[in-house]
């Protein structure tokens, strides 16, 4: 994502919500940037985020989560995509009243079907399903909470809930 600038729309959601995918296809029919911070943390540190919980452990990596989505907030045009634990940081959450926020929802099926059972993620390591549906309780409030548009995804192709996006967003200025 290039040129300075608040983000046009950041996406939330829990993993699986389809926020890079959708993202990435919000930015191409707005014709602007994209970005997304689990990719800038692993240009950055040149590991892959499951690496880093492995090998630095979570709290390592939720701090870099933080400083790079401040960073990310303040200077990245276009569309922003977030992990999807980046909402757990008051910081964060504090800085992202004043963007347009976009929550994609996802059920509990999907969800699973869509992170795969043999991922290998640290944070759904044992019973994936219920990894899943215990991170969607803990956090579905957070996102619901901080959106300014939510938009449900489950059964939906990636282009149709971007041009949904695309849509919301005219009618909804920051
Ligand atoms: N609407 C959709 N319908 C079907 N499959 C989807 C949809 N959106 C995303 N997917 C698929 O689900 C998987 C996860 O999508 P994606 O990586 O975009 O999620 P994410 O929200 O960015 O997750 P994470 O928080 O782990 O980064 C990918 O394989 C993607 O192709
Ligand atoms: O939901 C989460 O806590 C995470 C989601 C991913 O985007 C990554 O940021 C990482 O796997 C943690
Ligand atoms: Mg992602």
Redesign the pocket.
Known sequence: MTGAGAPRAVLIG??GAG??TVGRLLAERLGVGFAD??EL?EEQQGKA??DI?VEDG?AA?RAL?RTTVARALEEQAGVLS?????V?DPSTRSLLAAHQVVFLRVGLAEAVKRVGLGTG???LLGNVRARVKQ?LDE?TPIYAGLARITVDTDGREPAEIAAEIVTALQGDTP
Do not use: C, N, S, Y
């Not at 977030?82 to 980046?86: D, M, Q, W």
């Open positions: 829990t993993m926020k890079t911070t689990d943390i985020v499951q919980f979570e990596f989560e977030l992990g999807g634990g980046a757990l993620r640290p944070l991170l956090r």
